[in-house]
Nanobody, 124 residues
Framework: QVQLVESGGGLVQPGGSQIISCAAS????????MGWYRQAPGKERELVAI???????VYAESVKGRFTVSRDNAKNMVYLHMNSLKPEDTALYYC??????????????????WGQGTLVTVSS
């Protein structure tokens, strides 16, 4: 099995910055797309930013110019650097990865895996 674990959430003042991280563990062979989604109370989950295996990043319009997604392939980690935070950025941030892993049977499987989320609260 593969797990994604997010960390780094917390309370941040408007205009402040925060870095959240996601670590993937398990019998991972390779990770393709990896990135972040978020869900605010009463809202649907939305894409924030993803970084493809090629290194190309894709951002939601609402975070362009403020957030930066990066990855460390050697550590199977992805990061989200959040700057100029706004109250509307308050949400539970979920890590997602599309990856190949080796099952106990010896077969390889391509899966979309989600973490359980880390809460980012932007408030004065």
């Amino acid at each position: 099995q593969v797990q994604l674990v997010e960390s780094g959430g917390g309370l941040v003042q408007p205009g402040g910055s925060q870095i959240i991280s996601c670590a993937a563990s398990g019998s991972i062979l390779s990770i393709n797309d990896m990135g972040w989604y978020r869900q605010a109370p009463g809202k649907e989950r939305e894409l924030v930013a993803i970084i493809r295996g090629s290194g190309t990043a894709v951002y939601a319009e609402s975070v362009k110019g403020r957030f930066t997604v990066s990855r460390d392939n050697a550590k199977n980690m992805v990061y989200l650097h959040m700057n100029s935070l706004k109250p509307e950025d308050t949400a539970l941030y979920y890590c997602k990865a599309d990856l190949y892993y080796r099952a106990t049977t010896g077969f390889t499987t391509y899966l979309e895996v989600w973490g359980q989320g880390t809460l980012v609260t932007v408030s004065s």
